[in-house]
């Protein structure tokens, strides 16, 4: 799995890849990994899973020893 730090590092090449496709500097692949990267960091964000009845086991739980 990827460290906070990698992600984001990518998460600032994703942002200047944006601004690069809408300046139309970077081809329309750059694009596609910016909008599957995004798509990724946004579905594993606490809000979405908590949607999507994904919550997490909870670590302050007792039960598991």
């Given amino acids: 799995m990827a460290t906070e730090s990698t ?3 990518v998460d ?3 942002v200047v890849t ?3 496709t ?3 500097l970077l081809p329309p692949m750059a694009a596609l990994f ?3 990267w995004t798509a990724i960091r946004i579905y594993e964000t606490q809000t979405v899973q908590r949607m999507l009845g994904r919550n997490p086991p ?3 739980c007792a039960c598991r020893r």
């Fill in 7 to 9: 992600k984001t590092l």
């Fill in 12 to 14: 600032g090449l994703s």
């Fill in 18 to 20: 944006v601004v690069g």
């Fill in 22 to 24: 809408i300046g139309e």
């Fill in 34 to 36: 910016t909008l599957i």
């Fill in 58 to 60: 909870d670590d302050s």
